[in-house]
């Protein structure tokens, strides 16, 4: 339980600013929109609401995976972009 609060404690902290950073980049790569999408409807899908404990499986662990993997998957570029626009942004 403690991994599982870890992996959410990054994906909050930083992976969800970088990702909300290269949504609005203008050279974002083209898949980046369309796997947003996707993963945005597999978090809110029917099957949540039907089967309430494999949608805390979803929620708690293939979404924050998944965000940390895109997040990962950027090109330099973006993520250049982000790191100048936030270096005096830093939190304790």
């Not at 978090?43 to 995976?65: C, K, Q, R, S, W």
């Amino acid at each position: 339980m403690k991994r599982i609060f870890a992996l959410w404690r990054v994906v909050a902290g930083q992976d969800l600013r970088l990702l909300w950073f290269a949504i609005r980049h203008e050279q974002r790569p083209v898949w980046l929109l369309p796997g947003l999408a996707v993963l945005g409807l597999f978090a809110v899908e029917p099957l949540n609401f039907t089967l309430p404990v494999l949608g805390a499986v979803d929620e708690l662990m293939i979404v924050p995976l998944v965000l940390h993997s895109m997040a990962k998957m950027l090109p330099a570029h973006v993520l250049d972009g982000f790191a100048h626009a936030y270096a005096g942004r830093r939190r304790a």
